[in-house]
């Protein structure tokens, strides 16, 4: 294990390979609907439509194919408001392994049984009173089992990175290259890992990690160029996004890329669901939704540009999705 | 105009041609949690990602191309539950004629105001006491503008083939084959189009034309040899396939084909919409559902096969959606 090795571009080109076949290959969505709101081009990397629904998958099987055998068969943990869990539950199901999953209590119903499908065992705990962290260094400790982590570690970020590398070929393929591309922000995984891809295959994008409002770490870490954390006692619904600060890893790699954050709240975030719910006929999450409810309230500038806007991912509950569409 | 005129696999290779960086070019979405779940392949043709948010803009823009230029600026009408009517209105503003749109009164509200939004004019119809096609062909006689047919005529019926072609193309590009391919059929437009085009293209595949129970003319039609029609009194959710009968050249154009039918009932065709919403991350409309409900409730053999589903259409209220996963 080489944890604190940074990640790389050769890294991400392996992670590919090791994902060929087993990831799908996400499609660059174009609307013509959106590109004329938005006056520009705007492509959807929809992650969505990913296995589990959300990214995370990469990250999770990437790690899983480099611990070592032995290791493997004792297990794996993870802790994870979602998405991550279900990545390393579908991952380990796939390599056959026990995989336990540490959760919030109040996460999402449907992330939680999406997680005990693909045979996970999950443990909750209480957000405000216990450390996820603890329960699960508990179970690796007694099991035997490896952690997982979310993001900060080069084999996680450099599977999220593949995102990176299709957005260069599918753009590529349409004779087109992103001006900007938007990638939601939480610990920093999947924005660190576009960024390196990106400035080796299209070094003139922007790269820019989209953040909720009251949870803007990532943009002010980048402006300061040191890891600062979030105030406690923010809320936002974008419950994918919540982590209290970047990642070593993923905050030196997003700094050394120039990467720049902006923030949305939760009602543009709303609107955002609406809008792929009635006009994109896609589904997304809260977090899945932060880059492009960033260009629907109009903070990037999108006017004859093209615009990449990941969508990160689709597991939502049903009372909250109801509640955004209904009032669209 | 050649009303009369069959639909040939020549037409439909020029409507490709015409709608070449027009239509959205649909991605055939495969998710391996569906196909665990099929114990095979599903391919999934997704018409929802296209311009209205459903096929219908390909058979009506392929259509108003090929209208004289002198008639076309007297403007285009149209008669339609919603789907078809979103088409027409978005194919004329690309034209840049005027559009009028007889619509059912109790349409679904999100169709009403997207054909609105693409600046066309909408004259509702009570679907009990009048007639929409003399309605319509009283706007046609006062202003000379051309109707449109939804569904049996050449011009429409190639460009929904274009569907037929994409999957073909699509599918040989994965390197694999459709045994059979599962289309929606109100008045038999799209699902003549892909029977046309892909016995050219696949001419091993099967075509099944998936219909909302009470609806099941085509299916009786294709066994007896001749045209049939649903008794009246019957009632679905699936509003974009209540058509009391198929067209003369969908017919001829199926039963040329071998084309067979099934039926899916309005609860089937609920857990589909839940489960696209649920586990695909893809907003469906009732109609748009139907392929995918012959799937998920065993009417179709999947095991070890290859199977396409063309997922039609999105454009659902939010009323009938939520009420849809709420109970998922």
């Given amino acids: ?110 992330k939680v049984d999406n997680t005990r499908g693909f045979g996970a065992e999950v443990v909750t705990y209480d957000r405000q009173t216990e450390s996820r962290e603890d329960i699960a260094a508990a179970i690796a400790g007694e099991s035997g089992a490896t952690l997982v982590p979310p993001f900060d570690h080069a084999w996680t970020i450099e599977g999220q990175g593949t995102v990176g590398l299709e957005i260069a070929a599918q753009c590529a393929a349409m004779d087109t290259r992103p001006d900007e591309v938007l990638v939601c922000c939480g610990g920093g995984g999947l924005t660190s890992g576009i960024a390196i891809a990106l400035a080796d295959r299209v070094p003139s994008s922007v790269i820019k990690a989209v953040e909720p409002t009251g949870f803007d770490d990532a943009s002010r870490s980048l402006i300061a160029g040191q890891r600062l954390s979030n105030e406690p006692g923010a809320a936002s619904i974008c419950d994918a996004l919540l982590s209290p600060s970047t990642g070593d890893l993923t905050f030196a790699a997003m700094f050394a890329h120039d990467v720049t954050g902006l923030s949305v709240s939760d009602d543009e975030v709303r609107a955002a669901m609406a809008y792929a719910w009635r006009t994109l006929k896609l589904v997304l999450d809260p977090g899945g939704a932060v880059a492009l409810a960033a260009i629907l309230s109009g903070k990037v500038e999108t006017k004859d540009r093209t615009i990449v806007a990941v969508l990160s991912g689709g597991n939502v509950d049903a009372a909250l999705f109801n509640a955004c569409i209904v009032d669209a």
Avoid at 39 to 57: D, I, M, N, Y
Wanted: proline content about 7%.
């Fill in 1 to 110: 294990m080489t944890a604190q090795a940074p990640p790389t571009l050769a890294g991400i080109g392996a992670a590919a390979e090791r994902l060929a076949g087993i990831a799908v290959h996400t499609p660059l969505i174009e609307n013509p609907a959106l590109n004329a709101r938005a006056g520009g081009r705007v492509l959807l990397k929809a992650e969505t439509l990913q296995r589990t629904g959300s990214f995370k998958f990469r990250g999770a099987y990437n790690f899983l194919s480099q611990v070592p055998t032995d290791a493997r068969t004792r297990g794996v943990v993870a802790y994870s408001s979602g998405n991550h869990a279900q990545g390393v539950a579908a991952a380990a199901e796939i390599f056959d392994i026990p995989a336990t999953i540490v959760m919030p209590a109040d996460a999402p119903q449907a």
